[in-house]
């Protein structure tokens, strides 16, 4: 089948970007051919429809009169809401039959509420295009997010009603979690297949080689020093500061580590530091504030190199971008303090990359990942505060900074685990468990 995979932006490092890629390596292998569909692209090919960006300026005062301030008429918010779905669908439309789709599939277009023009449009392209399958693969439910708690009026309510996702004929739906699951039944009387992250396990090991030799020392990192990656998006829900907190800890054990060989047969000296790399995008910058002067405090050094990470390697002017994947390869431990995640990306690229795992137990991990015996630094599953400035309570980072020292300074502790998390994930979130969904899914979506 000719197939299309869409979302408001691809190419880039958003879990949603990189689940896609997968879903394209999978769906090609099956036979298929496989072409996306964005409001903007990295480094990718895509068919562009601009009015689908992400930050998109249109859009933008949609959300804002949507979701926080009314600032015109009920009628002129549905004109400008209409007029923009109807040049998406126009638009998408004439993608489906240039391209010949059989197959589209939306990604979070409708499930997240935050374009509600690209949602409407693509509702009422598989409308009229009743002989094409759709399948919407919903990532974040728009119910999960307090920004969308209280539209400004019950044109937008309705609309996410009846939208966010549609109920048509040809149209099948994935969640990846069985709560989203659950939810998604409770609130429509939609079924839908869990469809779980996965990873390509059958591809070589992330390691140093020719082109990332130099990644720590372009980040200023020294060969001897401690790395902990903070690999998501900077934003208030990854509660990154119960990570901060927890190297805090660390931090003042730091005197233990002076002068012993650690997990890999390298020394931690008199200079060694310990530093936290942040590779995402900074989609809060109040919040990373915060956060930086709470690192400060610390004593804790950062680096902050998302303008050196990217999608894919690339070298412009000599200047080198690195893949995500290699800052793992350079990496001691993975931070995942998420208090709310859809599933957990950065959790399978830890595994995979065979890094140890500093966790908070959000829900959908409790729900769906933790029986199958997954090892881990555990921040515990409960805290205090209010979303970006949120506490463990007392004694869980310090625990946790026990724990981690103890890994750090026992190889066969450190590799027993690392690899033990390799193993069960290979079994549980392969290609080719996802390739068994897909087949279920495509053949069950109701075309």
């Known amino acids: ?61 949609i959300v804002e009169n949507s979701y926080h301030q009314l600032t015109v008429s009920e009628k002129e918010l549905e004109q400008e809401i209409h007029s923009m779905a109807d040049e998406i669908e126009r638009k998408l439309l004439k993608l489906i039959d240039q391209e010949r789709l059989e197959l589209v599939i939306p990604n979070n277009i409708w499930s997240l509420g935050w374009n509600l023009p690209t949602g409407i449009a693509f509702a009422r392209a598989a409308a009229r295009r009743p002989e094409v399958r759709f399948i919407g693969h919903h990532h974040d439910f728009y119910w999960e997010r307090s920004r969308y708690w209280h539209p400004t009026t019950s044109l937008v309510s309705n609309m996410l009603a009846e939208y966010f996702p549609p109920k048509l004929p040809n149209t099948a739906h994935c969640v990846i979690n069985g709560i989203a699951q659950e939810e998604l039944d409770r609130r429509r009387g939609i ?31 020294g060969t001897n020093d401690l790395v902990f990656l903070q690999a998501t998006r900077i934003t208030e829900r990854k509660a990154i500061e119960f990570a901060v907190g927890t190297v805090g800890e660390l931090m003042k054990r730091k005197e233990r580590l002076i002068g012993k060989t650690l997990y890999n047969g390298r020394i931690f000296g008199e200079t060694s530091r310990i530093i936290m790399l942040f590779i995402g995008l900074n989609e809060a910058p109040v919040y990373w504030e915060r956060l930086q002067k709470k690192m400060k405090a610390l004593g804790i050094e950062y680096r902050y190199v998302n303008d050196r990470v990217g999608h894919s390697r690339e070298t412009q002017s000599s200047r080198k971008t690195y893949a995500i994947w290699d800052s793992y390869a350079f990496t001691d431990f993975v931070t995942y303090p998420s208090i709310l995640e859809g599933w957990g990306n950065q ?55 026990e724990n981690v020292l103890e890994i750090l300074l026992h190889a066969d502790l450190y590799h027993i685990q690392v690899q033990k998390n390799y193993d069960i994930a290979k079994m549980y979130f392969s290609y080719e468990r996802l390739e068994a969904i897909l087949r279920s899914v495509i053949g069950g979506s109701g075309a």
């Open 191 to 221: 079924g839908a297949a869990v469809v779980p992250n996965v990873f390509d396990f059958s591809k070589p090991a992330w390691q140093p080689d020719a082109f990332n030799a130099d990644f720590r020392e372009a980040c200023g990192i």
């Open 1 to 61: 089948m000719n197939v299309a995979l869409a979302h408001f932006r691809v190419g880039e490092t958003d879990g949603v970007s990189l689940e896609m890629d997968k879903w394209k390596t999978v769906l090609e292998s099956m036979g298929h051919t496989c072409a996306y569909i964005a409001g903007s692209r990295g480094a990718c090919e895509a068919h562009v429809i601009e009015d689908m960006r992400y930050e998109s300026e249109r859009n933008n005062r």
């Open 347 to 401: 959790l399978l690229e830890a595994v995979f990359a065979r890094k140890p795992l500093l966790l908070f137990e959000y829900p959908v991990f409790l729900k769906d990942i933790k029986q199958r015996g997954i090892r881990y630094t555990s921040l515990g599953n409960t805290f205090e505060g209010e979303e970006g400035d949120l506490r463990l309570p007392p004694g869980v980072a310090a625990r946790a900074a």
